[in-house]
């Protein structure tokens, strides 16, 4: 930090009272900081992330949709962190164009298990390549005066029970592989703050666990931002402030403000704990331009240069499985008849659930891009086959008739409990998906409200339909003039399951029906929150929809089938039961490739999947969760416009069983890290398990040779080492691949893995053409913690440097002896 930051913060804090001190420590409400009037302080506002700004009209804010990029995953599987470094500026640009300070992320928690609700958001299960993904995320944001907030510090591993659970982990484990990739973000980009997160780290809460924030963060590592609770996340007075928290969020403050002042009044806390949080608010608040009224760059919303890196990040990311004969790529010329089947082509997923999941203001299917690409020259057939969901989807826009020219339902706010006089809005809402439902601005929203959505439904399909509303408060739905739910919640806290009602309906399709939907939120709704549902759910003996999409696969040249979850599967709030697809999809894929032996699957997914057909299917491409570009980006990659160079972050299992933490996951007080260091491709190696993928694994529509691998052969331990190798294009197209550094130390005092990812680069290479890939390692490339030194130590003997392909596809090999 500069000499002038820090004498403007002693400044500042002179003049602060210690009533406005507190102030500080605690948000003014869900997204705003305290501001201070009398002394020309403004109001940090956060948003959050982290792969599109999330501004919905629930928040009170600035309200435009933004631009959805690829999640977490999708960015990891790029390997390429000059490109996401270019996500973050672009970020950066959207953040400032809604009035927005800080973005919140990146998310960098590793990926333990497969389940996990929140994997879709992670990077990896290495905390080397969540780390470098990290590093450019924040640098990229940063650069373009946007602050990140580094997350989920630390341990967040899973959903269930994260606001209360206990992730208890050894030192060593911790220090390896959950804090690693924190460790190297803070000292190489300088994060604005880092977030902590719902859940203990061995019994204490992260919140005001003063070893991890205190000791480690802010002293080892010399963090010198703002630690800030994740929403609600805070839970004591005094404790958590001496624990080194310095901001409660949400606000208004909860046990920080009055309560806090009151606590150094008691001397149960002294001032200069306080004065040491409010010195990094300030410093915050400076950085931000908040304290001197210096005005925020310019931004920019969604514009075209946003949604071609949308694209090409989608593009990079896509990770070509299988590719048996060569199926892929498609050549349109040579096609006369595809078959486009499965629940994901017309509407497929761009993002996970919870606080991450925003809605763009467009995005394109891949039935669309194809249909755009091929044209009449080849003639498309689709057929759903199956519904994919698990819970009926939102309500969407799609069936319901404009209002003002737009697809949705006309919504009438009043600030009373009984719909009476003029609304205080009235406007068109796309969908009825409030995560926490307010006016705008957040001050005009009312304790007690009412609001009425009113509108024209259009049956999908003739049989039967379902209906369901989950809310707090009380809600009642009409159809056609007739009640069809009736339906009251007590107060519910806004982090757990929520209450739910549903009705049956039989309608015909393409008819018209009149919908109204009453939503009242009491006084005692704290979260006042409602989400409307709707789907086609007609019998089995009705439901002819598997045999259409077979009959349309056994006739065409090839048959893409589009699978994976819906939206809110893979979800902020909850793990998932399993990893197999949802609904009928592994029958519908067993059923398509028995009659079209090419058969291509998609998968729109963020986290590993059962492929019980597996060995039936000629082709598996995973497209992630792609953001607002997927479709084109997966038409382009399917149709040979772009070489798929995308490689896994994560280890797909073969069954679930085989997971390293199989036996040391899901909900419950106290969570065992049983599998210490040996986590993802770790675990497979160390127990000679063979993966469904490994990690690290990626096909091309070239094929790349690794020359010799050239490095020096002996030094001393902390001297750099060096290495390099080259790598040529043998094949007819331009592509590009991830060449992967990995160490491995045969002969510790402590048992290691039999590898670890330390490096890695991306390289484009034309046909023919070969380039030098160089590396460089630090003694941290060789290191393990000892606890019993309480260190980073880096043994005298041989050392094994593995260049390949993947984890399990390793090119060319060396040893180094550090002496």
């Known amino acids: 930090m500069s000499d002038s930051l820090e004498a403007r913060v002693e400044q500042l804090l002179r003049q602060l009272t210690l009533q406005e001190k507190c102030a500080l420590l605690s948000g003014k409400d869900l997204w705003r900081t305290v501001p201070i009037p009398r002394l020309g302080i403004g109001s940090v506002t956060m948003t959050d992330g982290p792969h599109g700004v999330r501004a919905t009209q629930e928040g009170g804010r600035m309200y435009s949709p933004a631009t959805s990029f690829p999640t977490g995953v999708s960015m990891a599987a790029t390997w390429n962190p000059a490109l996401i470094e270019r996500v973050g500026e672009a970020l950066a640009e959207e953040t400032l164009a809604l009035g927005c300070d800080i973005l919140l992320g990146p998310c960098v928690n590793i990926v333990r298990h497969p389940t996990a609700g929140r994997n879709f958001e992670s990077y990896s299960e290495d905390p080397y390549l969540a780390g470098q993904i990290g590093i450019a995320w924040v640098k990229g944001l940063q650069r373009r005066g946007v602050g990140a907030s580094l997350k989920h510090y630390a341990c967040n591993n899973q959903e269930d029970d994260r606001g209360r659970g206990s992730s208890e982990v050894d030192e060593r484990t911790l220090r390896e592989i959950y804090l690693a990739q924190f460790e190297a973000i803070v000292k190489e980009a300088d994060p604005w703050t880092v977030m902590c997160s719902y859940n203990r780290i061995n019994g204490v809460y992260a919140s005001q666990h003063d070893y991890l924030l205190k000791d480690i963060l802010k002293g080892e590592w010399g963090f010198a931002g703002v630690v800030v609770s994740d929403w609600g996340a805070n839970h004591t007075i005094f404790e958590s402030v001496q624990g080194g928290l310095d901001l409660e969020m949400p606000g208004p403050a909860k046990y920080y403000g009055n309560l806090l002042a009151e606590a150094v009044y008691n001397w149960q806390i002294d001032e200069a704990d306080v004065d040491e949080a409010a010195r990094r608010m300030l410093r915050l608040l400076v950085r931000a331009g908040k304290a001197d009224g210096i005005p925020a760059p310019a931004g920019a919303l969604n514009t075209p240069e946003h949604q071609a890196l949308a694209r090409e990040v989608a593009e990079e990311a896509i990770t070509l499985l299988k590719n048996e004969r060569a199926i892929l790529p498609l050549e349109p010329a040579s096609l006369k008849s595809v078959a486009v089947i499965g629940p994901m082509a017309a509407v497929g997923s761009i993002g996970g659930g919870g606080s991450s999941f925003l809605r763009p203001p467009y995005a394109v299917s891949p039935l669309e891009a194809l249909q755009a690409r091929l044209g009449s020259r080849v003639k498309l057939r689709y057929e759903p086959g199956c519904d994919n969901y698990f819970e009926l989807p939102i309500l969407p826009p799609e069936l319901l008739k404009p209002v003002r020219g737009v697809a949705g339902l006309r919504g009438q706010y009043f600030a009373n409990p009984d719909f009476s006089g003029k609304p205080v809005i009235d406007r068109v809402d796309p969908r009825i998906d409030f995560w926490w439902l307010s006016f705008a601005p957040l001050e005009q929203t009312p304790p007690a409200f009412t609001v009425r959505w009113t509108g024209k439904l259009v049956a999908p399909a003739t049989g039967r339909h379902t209906l ?352």
């Open 468 to 819: 369901k509303v989950e809310h707090t408060g009380t809600v009642r739905v009409y159809v056609d003039g007739q009640v069809i739910i009736e339906n009251t919640a007590g107060p519910v806290s806004w982090n757990v399951a929520l209450p739910a009602a549903s009705a049956e309906l039989n309608l015909v399709k393409g008819k018209t029906y009149a919908i109204q939907v009453d939503y009242l939120r009491p006084e005692t709704a704290v979260f006042p929150h409602i989400r409307v549902m709707f789907a086609y759910t007609p019998r089995a003996e009705e439901d002819d929809r598997l045999d259409r999409a077979v009959a349309a696969a056994r006739r065409a040249d090839v048959a893409l089938v589009f699978a994976g979850w819906p939206e809110y599967y893979e979800s902020e709030g909850r793990d998932r039961p399993g990893i197999a697809l949802t609904g009928r999809q592994d029958e519908l894929i067993r059923r398509v490739a028995a009659v079209n032996p090419r058969t291509v699957v998609v998968l729109n997914c963020g986290s590993p999947v059962a492929m019980p057909w597996l060995d039936s299917v000629a082709a598996v491409v995973e497209a992630y969760y792609p953001g607002q570009e997927g479709g084109n980006a997966v038409a382009r990659v399917l149709l040979g416009e772009v070489n798929p160079s995308g490689k896994l972050t994560v280890t797909f299992p073969k069954r679930i069983e085989d997971c390293p933490a199989f036996t040391n996951f899901g909900p419950g007080r106290e969570v065992f890290y049983g599998e210490g260091i040996f986590v993802g491709y770790r675990h497979y190696d160390q127990r000679q398990i063979e993966p469904l993928f490994p990690f690290g694994h990626g096909l091309s529509y070239t094929h790349f040779a690794y020359g010799d691998l050239t490095v020096q052969t002996a030094g001393k331990v902390g001297q750099p080492v060096r290495a390099s190798l080259t790598i040529t294009n043998t094949g007819q197209r331009a592509g590009q691949e991830v060449v992967q550094l990995y160490v491995a130390d045969p002969a510790a005092s402590l048992p290691r893995p039999p590898k670890e990812l330390k490096r890695f680069a991306k390289v484009a290479l034309q046909p023919g053409e070969s380039r030098t890939v160089e590396f460089e390692l630090d003694a941290r490339a060789f290191a393990f913690y000892d606890p019993a030194q309480e260190d980073w130590v880096v043994e005298a003997g041989d050392f094994a440097i593995l260049v390949g392909a993947s984890s399990r596809d390793i090119r060319q090999q060396a040893v180094i002896t550090l002496a």
